[in-house]
């Protein structure tokens, strides 16, 4: 899924209480009137029945309880997952580093056509978002309403006649020739290269290199039949197949509606509750039909399934509690609540039932982990690793830590009311890194300038942190100062991987400078 929070995956919510919750999110949900006003328990009493099949899945296979996202953002993240490489090594550290030209992935560095060349089918339908726009599917549009060919596209109002014909032609989910996905290993592509596609009436879906035009229908079930639909075909070619399905759900914008059978389970709940977690069952329920075509034909004992979210939950009025509880943060940021995902392995054949696993384990793993179930050798010089020995029961993960660099924003969730310049605070907030292994995480923040938040309005000197993530999962208690060999040894962990960081591609030079020289020693 798209940016759903820890707390709303139901295996999670199932073992939480109200105490868990964020305080912050739940004082700004207090504040909420009319349609969006909703109590804390009804909030856990939807997310504890959203997922019926998916927790069937996580019963029967392998839960990982310690599982991260390659970034807060979803464009780096979804750099890492094709990748296998950590998008600060690509020089990205913010959104805006994937999305301009000339974009931070070279073809080759998808790992996507190992699985081809094997054999394989490929698919990748719903989120693409790891190319720039290809801004010649614009140029006859600017020439033609008379504006310069640098126009900058998303500054042209959508109202307008250039913009509705923008809109319209599919250009806000197109994608660069060299990184569309035809071109780096996929065989079918049905889907949006943007951080968004409409639940209903949007323009930005493509059919491998061809606009789809107008979508008809719930996208949730549009993508899920596209899915069943490929691997059908492939089935019936007895190929093996691959299919990266990338639903919008839970991205916003979040209304419409899901259809009116989704919103059922959650009857006598408050509206914003029901549309919610609406839009999850309908993913559940998606999950369901796709179960139920691989074991009517005898396709599900050997099919391996990953269920995972992208990054932390873009908790707001519209992506309800209980948020990424038991953690605070939400996505863009690199508290707990913008890293840490849900991720179950389903795999029949190979798995032992329902079993959890504590290891740290990354989105870099998951391709990684595809190649060696399939018998092909993974490259070197990647930093994903295999989860197969873990599937297969071992006790020791291959990763002693996981560290991040980027920017730290209030600007993708409900934080960002405390910012003073609106949504384009992102282009003046501070980086940040972090180290996380299974029982601390420590954190730097960088200078906050004057100005940004209503709460800092003096801005604010950088910070480091330390938490025991076991003991304190939501961050409350800095011990930073009292714990001088865990500081010792985690800030060294982050000074060797800052040694070989490129800058950023396009973020700001300075944010990322004082990181690299906050680890001077």
Known sequence: ???????????????????????ALVEFVSRQKGIRSYENDEALEAARK?????????????????????????????????????????GVYNNIDVS??????????????????????????????????NEVEAESILEKHGLPLDTYLHSIPKESPAGKELVESGFFGSSIPELHPNAVGFDYYYGYNFHQSKFYDDYNVWENDQHAGLQDGYNTETFTDRAIDFMKTASEKEEPFFV????????????????????????????????????????????????KYLERNDLLE????????????????????????????????????????????????RICKGRTDDELVSHLDLIPTALDAAGIEIPEGIDGQSMLPLI????????????????????????????????????????TWIVIDNDYVIRYVGTLAPGLYRDLPEGQAPQFELYDIKKDPGQIKNIYKSSPEIVARMTEIARQQAKDLPP?????????QELINSLKP
């Open 504 to 512: 950023p591609l396009h973020w700001r030079r300075g944010a990322w």
């Open 302 to 349: 050997n099919t391996c399934i990953v269920f995972t979210s992208d990054n932390g939950g873009a908790v707001s009025r519209d992506n309800t509690l209980p948020g990424n509880a038991p953690h605070r943060g939400q996505k863009g940021q690199y508290l707990l609540g913008g890293v840490h995902v849900p991720m179950v392995v389903s795999w029949p054949e």
């Open 100 to 133: 301009r030209l000339p974009g931070a992935v070279k073809p080759e560095q998808i790992l996507v056509p190992l699985l081809q060349d094997a054999g394989y089918a490929t698919a990748l339908i719903g989120k693409w978002h790891i190319s720039p726009l």
């Open 50 to 90: 959203a997922m019926p099949t998916i927790a069937h899945l996580a019963e029967e296979g392998l839960s990982f309880r310690n599982a991260y996202a390659a970034s807060a953002l979803c464009s780096p993240a979804r750099c890492g997952i094709m990748t296998g490489i950590h998008p600060n090594r690509l």
């Open 244 to 291: 990266s399905l990338n639903y919008h759900a839970v991205h916003g914008p979040l209304f419409p509606k899901p259809p009116a059978e989704y919103m059922e389970p959650f009857e006598g709940l408050p509206v914003i509750l029901q549309n919610f977690y609406g839009h999850v069952y309908a993913v559940d329920q998606s999950i369901r039909n796709i179960l």
């Open 392 to 431: 297969e029961g071992a006790s020791k993960g291959s990763h002693e830590s996981l560290v991040w660099f980027g920017l730290q924003s209030i600007s993708w969730g409900f934080e960002l009311e405390k910012s003073l310049v609106g949504e384009g605070v992102r282009n003046l907030e501070p980086g």
């Open 1 to 23: 899924l798209d940016d759903l929070g820890s707390g709303q995956f139901q295996p999670i919510a199932e073992t939480l209480t109200e105490g868990d919750f964020d305080p």
